[in-house]
């Protein structure tokens, strides 16, 4: 059973995202992508725990993400491919973030999936708490 992600009130105020079938012989950005936020993870330097990879294509952005947990994780690199597009950079972040948010809900509490949501928490104020900022670095 999937878990549910609570919608939030911000939802309603952005554009929803273009979201279109997988093209299975579609393209990744091979190259260098425009931005990329992560979340290293703290032991194992070389390593994200998340990532979020957003890129321009025509007259819209396109995202990606990524996260890799104590008991399972999931990814994708940024691309046409995957069919997941918005109108600005800032909404593409937002949207990847409700994708992240969704994925990770599946898994159990742990101490990686925490700093997550404290990372996460940086890029959609309205989950924002005093004392919430990881002590993780969000590098990007």
Known sequence: MAAAVQ???????????ILRGVDPDGMVIAGRVHTILRLQHPRQKRHDLARIEIHPHEN?????TAFNLELGGNGYRVGPKWGHFATSMEDAI???????????????????????????????????????IPALSAAG
Do not use: C, H
């Not at 919608?7 to 995202?17: E, H, N, T």
């Not at 819209?60 to 990606?64: D, E, P, S, T, V």
């Open 94 to 132: 937002y949207w990847a973030v409700r994708e992240l948010q969704k994925g990770i809900a599946r898994y159990g509490q742990s101490k990686g999936r925490t700093a997550i949501e404290r990372w996460l928490a940086l890029y959609e104020p309205v989950n924002w708490k005093p004392g919430a």
């Open 7 to 17: 919608l939030s009130m911000f939802d309603l105020f952005r554009p929803a995202p």
């Open 60 to 64: 819209y952005w396109m995202w990606a």
